[in-house]
Nanobody, 125 residues
């Protein structure tokens, strides 16, 4: 069983930045994908950024050029740097691990076993 804990959410004005971090209870650092998802009220969870191995990444179109996913210096840390935040980025953000297989670049929530509790990001205009 892997436990994931997100931190770093908060409230910022449009144009601001936040860094989300996800710490896993065990070493999940591997070539298998890990990623960040977000959920808007009344909507299904969507993939925001995925990292596979050390350098392969996926970003949803709406965050390209603004968000950066990376693995921390510790082997069980996953970060999401969010710059130039927009009000439409307001959502509950989740870290995911335990990839089950398939095409990782589809960023499908059903492909992941373990989830954090979520951290709220609120961007005001």
């Amino acid at each position: 069983q892997v436990e994931l804990m997100e931190s770093g959410g908060g409230s910022v004005q449009a144009g601001g930045s936040l860094t989300l971090s996800c710490i896993a209870s065990v070493n999940t650092y591997s070539r298998f994908p890990m990623g960040w998802f977000r959920q808007f009220p009344g909507k299904e969870r969507e993939g925001v950024a995925i990292v596979e191995g050390d350098a392969n990444t996926f970003y949803v179109d709406s965050v390209k050029g603004r968000f950066t996913i990376s693995k921390g210096s510790g082997k069980n840390i996953l970060n999401l740097q969010m710059d130039n935040l927009k009000p439409e980025d307001t959502a509950l953000y989740y870290c995911a691990a335990g990839f089950l297989g398939g095409n990782w670049y589809k960023a499908d929530p059903a492909q992941y076993t373990y989830w954090g509790q979520g951290t709220q990001v609120t961007v005001s205009s």
